[in-house]
């Protein structure tokens, strides 16, 4: 088989985090990597036996790479993008998209003249537990969703306390940097949101962005939601639930177990290590690949980045007004 040749811009956490989760799919080539930090870089090129470049311009002028796996921070994602659009690459970003809509709408216009794939890294889809909530309503058992809601609460201080993830116009905040995946599942579950409502406070010990923060959402099929985030729990919790016309599904996010249950006493449940989906990361990078070699579809690509993006920044702008209803664009 034909392998697609693909550069990595970032070798950072993430960069190598998807290299590792490329490694096993067998239509992809790691051909490079590129980062500020020529240690990392170098590093990654010797673990997984590829090329070394002393930037990422360097990597893109290499005819031979067909396309780029963009794994830095958000505030890098625009130049690096449209650089890599220019030099006739695929793009597969990692999230957020961008800091801005103008910035996401920049991009894929760029990607559409350019005729190439445009995918963003909105993993959450397709670990095990939110693929399979998505599975079951589907199938209609439970009727139609009526109302969300979604809590993600850690504590991760030291993370977002130093380096760029500290300003939240180098990172996106909070809502941006790492709830842009709570926002693009809920909208693939209930559809586009129309209008937010957030209140939440600053925390000194993160920066100039918010610790915690809570949202309502009203969507444009009728749905209702609440999102609470927090980086500042020290108990921590996952947990969704989704109430429906017929009765109700509820799952644990990253781990634990799934259940729903109808009004007539229908009932299932499923645990995560049960559910049998593949890694979430090599699938989406699979899916990249597929749909630049054979024009497979893919689970979601960089128009779900915008809206994603577009529904982070209403909560932003709400959230800055003290929770002013602000409408998503």
Not at 120 to 136: A, C, D, T, W
Not at 250 to 270: C, I, M, N, P
């Amino acid at each position: 088989m034909n392998k697609l040749k693909v550069g990595w811009i970032g070798a950072g956490g993430i960069g190598r985090h998807l290299a590792a989760s490329a490694k096993p799919v067998e239509e992809i080539e790691i051909a490079g990597f590129a980062d500020v930090e020529r240690a990392a870089a170098e590093k990654a090129a010797n673990d997984f036996g590829a090329a070394l470049y002393d930037d990422w311009q360097s990597l893109l002028k290499e005819e031979s790479i067909q396309a780029v796996v963009i794994a830095t921070p958000p505030f890098a994602h625009l130049d690096q993008v449209m650089s890599a659009l220019m030099a006739k690459k695929h793009v597969f970003c990692e999230k957020p998209l961008a800091l801005s809509v103008a910035d996401c709408e920049t991009m894929i216009q760029a990607a559409d003249q350019a005729n190439k794939t445009f995918m963003v890294g909105q993993v959450l889809r397709l670990f095990p537990l939110f693929y399979k909530s998505k599975e079951i309503l589907d199938s209609g058992i439970l009727g139609k969703p009526q109302s969300l809601f979604i809590r993600r609460a850690g504590l991760a201080i030291e993370l977002f306390s130093q380096g760029w993830r500290a300003k939240r116009e180098l990172g996106g905040g909070l809502i941006l940097e790492t709830n842009v995946h709570e926002l693009d599942y809920a909208r693939w579950i209930a559809g586009e949101v129309q209008q937010v409502c957030v209140l939440g406070r600053h925390d000194s010990r993160l920066g100039d962005y918010e610790g915690f923060w809570q949202g309502l959402f009203w969507f444009d099929t009728g749905v209702t939601g609440a999102i609470e985030s927090s980086l500042i729990d020290p108990l921590g919790e996952y947990s969704v639930r989704i109430q429906c016309e017929k009765g109700s599904l509820t799952h644990g996010g990253f781990g634990g177990s799934l259940r729903w249950k109808t009004y007539d006493g229908q009932e299932g449940a499923v645990e995560a290590k049960d559910v049998g989906t593949p890694d979430p990361y090599t699938w989406e990078l699979r899916a990249f690949a597929r749909h630049v070699m054979f024009g497979e579809p893919m689970p979601f690509d960089a128009r779900d980045g915008r809206q994603a993006v577009a529904l982070g920044c209403a909560c932003i702008e709400s959230l800055d007004q003290g929770g002013a209803m602000v409408k998503v664009n």
